[in-house]
């Protein structure tokens, strides 16, 4: 079974400063990995996505995640804060059974960032 | 332009109503999903589908019920053995392979 747990519900940065959302995951196979970028009553708008090439993987509008398999994690960071990064972010992972079929994408509940002047 | 639409954007049915959600896509992707988002829940998944006439129960597919009749539609139909359907639906679909998803824009319904 695979699953995603996301730490912290809630993250609040000045603008400026490091962004740092945190996410571990759980896979009895090596996973693919993404994160997710969701503005009120929208969907959901990729970032970025680790599919076993390079273990840093850089997304769009400066953000970047580190695949660590020793810690199962896969952060996601950005040097300096924006007002316009002030949305909930998701983490998701699929893990590909041995034939390649599997389809299944599993979420966290979210960090909602929050960008303060 | 290629993407998925969903309609309504928002729909409000009465208590005990069946209710239909649209999702079309046109990126000729294999896979489809439904997924349900309530506040502070995340996204949670209700069905998905990896071909045409095949579907697979996510993690909370009581009170719904799917078709893939088409490559490019998924509905869903919440029934009235949901018993608590208020919530933003999001459907999404994925290319066979390393792929991501892709997602609608939502709709949010509303039953009173």
């Known amino acids: 079974a695979q699953s995603v747990t996301q730490l912290g519900s809630h993250v609040s940065v000045s603008e400026g400063a490091l962004v740092l959302l945190r996410c571990n995951y759980s896979?009895?196979?090596?996973?693919?990995l993404f994160w997710y970028v969701q503005y009120p009553n929208q969907g959901l708008q990729l970032l970025l996505k680790?599919?076993?090439?390079?273990?840093l993987v850089k997304g769009i509008n400066g953000f970047e995640a580190e695949f660590k398999k020793s810690e199962t994690s896969f952060h996601l960071t950005k040097p300096s804060a924006h007002m316009s990064d002030a949305a909930e972010y998701f983490c998701?992972?699929?893990?590909?059974?041995?034939?390649?079929?599997?389809?299944?994408?599993?979420f966290g509940k979210g960090t909602l960032l929050t960008v303060n002047p | 332009d290629g993407g998925i639409t969903q309609s309504p954007k928002y729909l409000f049915r009465k208590e005990g109503q069946n209710v239909t959600l649209s999702c079309e896509q046109n990126?000729?992707?294999?896979?489809m999903y439904w997924y349900r988002q309530d506040p502070g829940q995340g996204l949670r998944l209700i069905y998905y589908?990896?071909?045409?006439?095949?579907?697979q129960k996510g993690d909370i597919a009581e009170g719904y019920s799917v078709s893939r009749e088409k490559k490019e539609s998924f509905p869903l139909t919440v029934t009235s053995a949901q018993k608590n359907p208020t919530a933003f639906y999001l459907c999404?679909?994925?290319?066979?392979?390393?792929?991501?998803?892709?997602f609608g824009q939502g709709t949010r319904l509303t039953v009173v």
């Open positions: 998701a992972v699929r893990a590909l059974n041995s034939g390649g079929s599997n389809y299944k994408l599993t």
């Open positions: 896979s009895s196979v090596p996973p693919y």
């Open positions: 589908s990896q071909i045409v006439n095949d579907f």
């Open positions: 680790y599919t076993s090439a390079a273990t």
């Open positions: 999404a679909s994925l290319r066979q392979g390393v792929g991501e998803a892709f």
């Open positions: 990126l000729n992707h294999d896979a």
